[in-house]
C-alpha cells in the first residue's frame, strides 16, 4: 500500500482482471466492479481508502503474497 505523502497513489491494478464470482472481487487486485470503475474519479485519500480496504480482503482470505 502506498504511504501517506508519498505523490500520487498508484492502482492496485496488476493487470489479472478476472472477477470472483463468489467474492465479487478482481483475482487480479482484490477491488469491486464498483471501485475499479471508479478509481479514475476517486481523490487521493478515497484512493488509499480503497488500499486500505484490499489489504483487510487480501488478508481475510490467507493470501500472503503482496
Known amino acids: 500500500m502506498p ?3 508519498s505523490g500520487a ?5 496488476t493487470n489479472v482482471c478476472r ?8 483475482e487480479g487486485c482484490w477491488r ?3 471501485e475499479i ?5 476517486l ?3 478515497e ?4 488500499w486500505l ?6 488478508r481475510g482470505t490467507g493470501d500472503r503474497s503482496r
Open 43 to 45: 481523490d487521493e485519500p
Open 19 to 26: 472477477m470472483n464470482e463468489a467474492s465479487g472481487w478482481c
Open 32 to 34: 469491486t466492479i464498483d
Open 9 to 13: 497513489v498508484a492502482s492496485p491494478c
Open 53 to 58: 480496504q484490499l489489504e483487510v480482503r487480501r
Open 3 to 5: 504511504r501517506e505523502g
Open 47 to 50: 484512493r488509499r481508502a480503497v
Open 37 to 41: 470503475v471508479a478509481w479514475a474519479v
